[in-house]
């Protein structure tokens, strides 16, 4: 793995995540043995900003965000019409990565 990365010694555990009964497109989560602290990442940075999520109970899954440590950004916000809702929330997960949380 060091050599792919150029972290000397690098220790990984990784995740695959896929639908099933297709390759593609996949999820792979990255647990290193070592890392480091960086400051929390803002919604409009450039690069990677934030993950979105679309889910059928968004006031149910930021509690349980914030019951593992993590913490709600702003408030939940209805962006569609009174026939077709469409809540967003933003939050941060433990490690201070932004989710974009999406009911219809």
């Known amino acids: ?16 995540l896929k639908f099933p009964e297709l390759d593609r497109p996949f999820l792979e989560i990255h647990e290193h043995k070592v890392t480091y602290d960086r400051d929390q990442p803002r919604v409009n940075e450039s690069g990677f900003a ?29 962006l569609g019409t009174e026939e077709k809702p469409l809540l967003i929330a933003y939050a941060r997960d433990p490690e201070g990565n932004i989710l974009e949380l999406e009911q219809t």
């Open 1 to 16: 793995m060091s050599r792919g990365n150029g972290i000397a010694n690098s220790q990984i555990y990784s995740i695959w």
């Open 50 to 78: 934030h993950l979105s999520f679309q889910l059928k109970d968004i006031s149910g899954i930021l509690s349980q965000i914030i019951q593992a440590d993590g913490a709600q950004i702003g408030e939940i916000t209805d």
